[in-house]
């Protein structure tokens, strides 16, 4: 554990030194104060607390996995209709213009 001096290391020995103490004896340490668990019913509330931010957490992930996978039927079947489209729009321009069209070709106009 490393000393921590709130007056620096000389007014700390001066302390020490008011008190009685010579400077070769330990110097005062600072430890950070620990966070208590709590006791008795304040621990039981504590526990109910987290049990119902859990109950919450557990539905809204829930609600969330079933919008995901709506959203997946969803995104097939638009895929699907999207697949449909691009080739009936095709198959009509292969039948007006009397071939085949290749996607990379460049309109005459160019």
Same mark, same amino acid.
């Given at each position: ?12 020995r ?20 620990t966070r208590?668990t ?9 526990i109910?607390?987290? /049990?119902e931010? *859990? !109950?919450? +957490? @557990? =539905?809204? %992930?829930?609600? #969330?996995?079933?919008i995901?996978?709506?959203? /997946?039927?969803? *995104? !097939?079947? +638009? @895929? =699907?209709? %999207?697949?449909m #489209?691009?080739?009936r729009?095709?198959?009509? /321009? ?14 005459p106009?160019?």
């Amino acid at each position: 554990m490393r000393a921590v001096y709130p007056m620096g290391r000389a007014g700390a020995r001066q302390a020490q030194g008011q008190a009685g103490l010579c400077a070769a004896t330990t110097p005062v340490l600072w430890r950070a104060k620990t966070r208590q668990t709590p006791r008795g019913p304040a621990r039981i509330e504590t526990i109910e607390h987290l /049990e119902e931010q *859990i !109950a919450h +957490l @557990t =539905r809204t %992930v829930d609600d #969330l996995s079933d919008i995901v996978a709506r959203q /997946e039927t969803e *995104i !097939a079947l +638009l @895929t =699907r209709r %999207v697949h449909m #489209l691009m080739q009936r729009e095709g198959e009509r /321009e292969a039948a007006a213009s009397g071939g085949v069209m290749i996607a990379d070709e460049r309109p005459p106009h160019y």
